[in-house]
């Protein structure tokens, strides 16, 4: 166990941590010259195109270090603020991290939020400052902020490069140095930590774990304690550039199990594997259970394809846990799924991933957050679809999330972006100085007003100078409103939406020229309304089409005028029908554009 | 049945709209028509056994390479061809080339009716389009041609210019139905790709044509000339009684045509074939035969042909070709045409299938709605 170390690698969005773990798994020759390709960790599809990790990613190490050799468990996690429940699963098999810092960025709202998580379960910071080979790097300028976060030596913080290899062989000599090894009773009983899980088409669900106290075996008899099942220790062992399977994994060490588990539900991370003949008497406390934070609607474009949907839902869920849904109907959208998503990135990933891996065509609605609505003289109901919302006259009050929101951006877009902030009902709760130059605000906002429309215009404003993470702090009562859509009378339950009173009228009258926009005219006149109950509060109308007929000189071409009817066929295939009007997908969307 | 369409792919001068194929550099001329008559020669076997009733020679600009050329094409087709006795031979003319000298060779050569590129008689719209005539000469070239004897000819109108008011427009056609021509083809204005005219309307140079003055001349178009007893056969096409073209009618009723030329279009034998369009690779390319592409229909295919011509036509959809494909139009959308006759759009005579008046001006609409997808 002396020889062991636990560490992930945390930081900001692109700061450079999957292309530094690429430097140290080339060092300590874990991945061939052959296998090793830019961000080799990340070995999703979406992942590689992207240029983004989604997924933490475990992978064990040696390296011989003062005539000693060592076990290395690495982490890779991901910087992005919709994974960072990734990162705090990651944290808690390690004892150290390495706090990536971009030499030319300086710190940023992912780099602080993501220490504290370490911070929090008393994990060793390596500081490293990266990307030292970028003409823009100011080393001298981010040590300072660095010191300043974490309190560290200036000397502690290393000066490195996933570019040139600079720096990696002092990371992996403070890796050992700096970082303890695992404590833990290699002689107890049995208690390791599910970390995470991941699922194999031909091996079911593996799940991936940190031994604590005692040690595991092939073959062992094991019980998961939260679920309280049993399960045959089929196959255990470390996780290597491929799976490797070994007789036995001992105290402070990290490997996975496979036990014929074929359902996701059966593996909560964060649960403990222990003996079943030898049970540890002190289960680990899990964790808190993944909460979505924006819910939409995902319909199949064609209505036969409800089953096939939801089959692929499932097997999705099986990769990706966090992904939740249950069925719905929509009047306009027929039979789908309401689903809960991290983010707004989450969402888009999840979208991408049931078109490209299971070729769905999905129609995805506007994406809100979960209200919770007060029934006078009855308890609360959870709004996640605005359609549930229950009818005005017999709600008390109706309350939704709010989170605590932190940006970091230079001194100059201070003032922009307490506007924009205020604009979306944010209190400005706190500004502190990092540097001169470098300025942290802290407001309270609405979650639903971070889903539109906010990281686009905050980047806008901030040209790019602005860095921005939150997490859920509590709901609020907030005086919203239901707007509904009608066409020509008809409510398009799709396109209802949760809106603070106060932006309703704007709001309306926007959605309602967006959807002039993208509805086609038809042989009648359309009205668009936007109301709250039975109150219209904006109207447009598309004029009536008169006459839908090519007439140009089209000689004997007529292959070309046959394909172009054929084209607007399938487009018509793929629109939703209310009442008489014909809807394309792309105004279930109209909210997410109502500012282009 | 069967016609044979002659692409004569040259221009004076390159009108902003167009993105038919024509090309401005008249020194192949020669070389391109000599090769027309080969490729006439060489596909005679495509109609055998046919009788061919219209021959049309299209462009670009027929009316300007010299009459005997376009004599050497007619005898060629004689040569190879089966000629049906009641003949429709059409030359289009650009008003600027019709004077009496080349009317009287024309006629020589066999041609008997002219389709008149008037295009508008407002002179700026003219001017913008560069076309090569004005208004004035339009007017002469039309009553020339009458005054020759070409009374079965026919002039193309172009409408939907945001420029041209509505009064002006029904002044001319005005002009048109007095003037004593007894076929019109009008067409909506349309902005093609890689035209002068697309180019102009991206750099905001032009107006680009909307909808609204599309649909509202098109109105007044079907309004002035049927109240004044024109029979509006096809969505752009006119004719007083008894002059229908059997050219353009047999595109709709899917009679054969071999397309000679370059760009032209081909239909015989359940394919669908068009030549290159370009004069360069047709001269280079003709010799090993790769100077075309083509399409051999399916099943779907033809259906949906048979639908989108059939509603664009005033004798609308014969349902029994549609039955000879195994198709029953009435059981495949019931409840559609129900509703479709039932509102006025659709008429059925037990035969025929057809758009009414008011239908008509969704025609392309319907079309798509009764496709079958394969
Ligand atoms: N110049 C330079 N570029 C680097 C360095 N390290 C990473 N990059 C580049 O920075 C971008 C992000 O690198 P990644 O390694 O994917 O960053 P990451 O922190 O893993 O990103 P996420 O996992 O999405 O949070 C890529 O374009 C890398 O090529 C470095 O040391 N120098
Ligand atoms: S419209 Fe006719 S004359 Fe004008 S460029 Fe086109 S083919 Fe030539
Ligand atoms: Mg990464």
């Known amino acids: 166990m002396k020889h062991i170390r636990n560490f992930c690698i945390i930081a900001h969005i692109d700061h450079g941590k999957s292309t530094l773990a690429d430097r140290l798994l080339q060092e300590t020759k874990t991945v061939s010259e052959r296998d090793l390709k830019e961000q080799t960790l990340d070995d999703m599809d979406l992942e590689r195109e992207r240029g983004i990790t989604i997924k933490s990613h475990a992978i064990q190490m040696n390296y011989q270090h003062e005539g000693q050799e060592y076990v290395l468990n690495l982490i890779d996690t991901p910087g992005h603020v919709d994974f960072s429940y990734e990162v705090s699963r990651s944290i808690a098999a390690c004892e150290g991290a390495l706090l990536i810092v971009d030499a030319a960025q300086g710190i940023q709202a992912q780099t602080i939020s993501n220490l504290y998580l370490a911070l929090d379960h008393d994990l060793v910071i390596i500081p490293v400052l990266n990307k030292m080979d970028l003409p823009g790097a100011m080393p001298e300028e981010v040590k300072d902020q660095i010191e300043e976060l974490i309190l560290c030596d200036r000397d502690e913080i290393i000066p490195a490069s996933g570019k040139t290899g600079l720096g990696v062989d002092k990371i992996l000599e403070a890796i050992v140095d700096r970082i303890p090894a695992p404590k833990g009773d290699p002689n107890a009983p049995l208690k390791a930590l599910i970390f995470d899980s991941v699922y194999n088409s031909f091996r079911g669900i593996i799940a991936y774990f940190k031994v604590i106290n005692g040690e595991i075996n092939s073959g062992d008899k094991v019980k998961f304690v939260h679920t309280g099942k049993e399960y045959l220790a089929d196959e255990i062992g470390v996780l290597r550039m491929k799976q490797e399977p070994r007789k036995s994994i001992s105290a402070g060490n990290v490997g996975y199990i496979i036990s014929g588990i074929k359902e996701a539900k059966e593996v909560k991370v964060g649960d403990t594997i222990t003996h079943t003949n030898d049970p540890t008497k002190e289960a680990i406390q899990g964790f808190e259970d993944v909460k979505p934070m924006v819910f939409a609607g995902i319909y199949p474009v064609d209505t036969e394809d409800f089953e096939d949907l939801r089959d692929s839902m499932a097997k999705l869920q099986l990769n990706d846990a966090s992904l939740v849904f249950e069925p719905e109907s929509s009047m306009a959208l027929g039979f789908g799924f309401r689903c809960g998503f991290l983010g707004m990135l989450h969402m888009e990933i999840i979208q991408e991933r049931l078109e490209r891996e299971f070729g769905m065509t999905v129609i995805t609605t506007v994406p809100n957050v979960s209200y919770h609505a007060f029934v006078k003289g009855s308890e609360m109901v959870i709004v996640n679809n605005p359609t549930d919302l229950p009818e005005p006259n017999h709600i008390d009050h109706v309350e939704e999330p709010f989170i605590s929101a932190q940006i970091i951006t230079a001194s100059e877009y201070v003032g922009a972006i307490m506007g924009l902030c205020m604009e979306k009902r944010g209190v400005l709760k706190n500004q502190v100085y990092l540097t001169t130059n470098r300025v942290e605000l802290v407001f309270e906002m609405p979650m639903a007003e971070v889903v539109f429309d906010f990281y686009d215009k905050l980047k806008s404003i901030s040209r790019g100078y602005a860095s921005f993470d939150y997490h859920p702090i509590e709901y609020r009562d907030s005086h919203l409103v239901k707007l509904d859509i009608l066409l020509n009378g008809k409510q398009v339950d799709a396109l209802s939406a949760i809106i603070h009173r106060d932006k309703a009228y704007e709001y309306g009258k926007k959605i309602c020229v967006k959807l002039k926009e993208l509805i086609p005219k038809q042989q009648f006149e359309i009205a668009i309304q936007a109301g709250i109950g039975s109150k219209i509060i904006a109207r447009e109308t598309i004029k009536a089409m008169r006459k839908d007929v090519t007439s140009k000189c089209y000689g004997g071409d007529i292959t070309r005028k046959r394909k172009l009817l054929e084209k607007q066929k399938a487009g018509k295939k793929r629109m939703r029908q209310v009442g008489s009007v014909e809807i394309p997908q792309s105004a279930f969307m109209a909210v997410l554009k109502i500012n282009d | ?374």
């Not at chain 2, 029953?328 to 758009?355: A, C, P, Q």
Request: hydrophobic fraction near 35%; aromatic fraction near 10%.
């Open chain 2, 1 to 374: 049945m069967a016609g044979i369409y002659l692409h004569i792919p040259f221009c004076k001068q390159a009108c902003t709209y167009c993105d038919f194929h024509f090309s401005t550099n008249l020194s192949t001329q020669e070389e391109v028509l000599a090769l027309m008559r080969e490729e006439l020669r060489f596909r005679e076997n495509e109609l055998a056994g046919e009788k061919v009733n219209t021959i049309y020679f299209g462009g670009g600009t027929p009316s300007i390479v010299g009459a005997d050329d376009i004599a050497r094409l007619i005898q060629t087709i004689a040569d190879q061809y089966d000629l049906s006795d009641k003949l429709e031979v059409t030359l289009e003319a650009n008003p600027d080339d019709i004077e009496i000298v080349k009317l009287g060779s024309w006629k020589t050569a066999g041609i008997n009716r002219l389709s008149i590129g008037v295009q508008s008689l407002n002179d700026d719209v003219l001017r913008w389009m560069n076309r090569s005539h004005n208004s004035k000469q339009a007017k002469e070239a039309v009553h020339l041609a009458l005054e020759q004897g070409f009374e079965t000819s026919t002039i193309d109108l172009i409408y939907g210019m945001p420029e041209m008011s509505e009064q002006e427009w029904i002044d001319t056609l005005k002009y048109v139905s007095d003037c004593g021509i007894n076929h019109v083809s009008a067409y909506n204005l349309t902005v093609e790709n890689g035209t002068v005219l697309s180019h102009q309307i991206k750099k905001g140079a032009r107006i680009p044509p909307d909808d609204h003055t599309g649909s509202l001349h098109y109105g007044i178009l079907v309004d002035r000339l049927e109240s004044n007893g024109w029979d509006h056969y096809e969505v752009s096409n006119f004719a007083k009684p008894g002059f229908r073209s059997t050219h353009n009618s047999n595109y709709w009723s899917r009679i054969p045509y071999v397309g000679v030329g370059p760009g032209a279009h081909s239909f015989a034998d359940n394919i669908r074939r068009w030549n290159v369009s370009s004069n360069q690779h047709y001269l280079k390319k003709f010799s090993d035969g790769s100077y075309f592409e083509s399409e051999q229909l399916t099943r779907t295919d033809r259906i949906n042909e048979i639908i989108m011509l059939g509603l664009r036509t005033a004798i609308g959809i014969d349902t029994y070709s549609l039955e000879a494909e195994g198709f029953s139009i009435f059981r495949e959308h019931e409840d559609y045409l129900k509703s479709f006759i039932e509102n006025g759009m659709l008429e059925w005579d037990e035969t025929y299938l057809r758009t009414t008046r008011k239908g008509m001006y969704f025609a392309d609409r319907i079309a798509s709605d009764l496709f079958l997808v394969s």
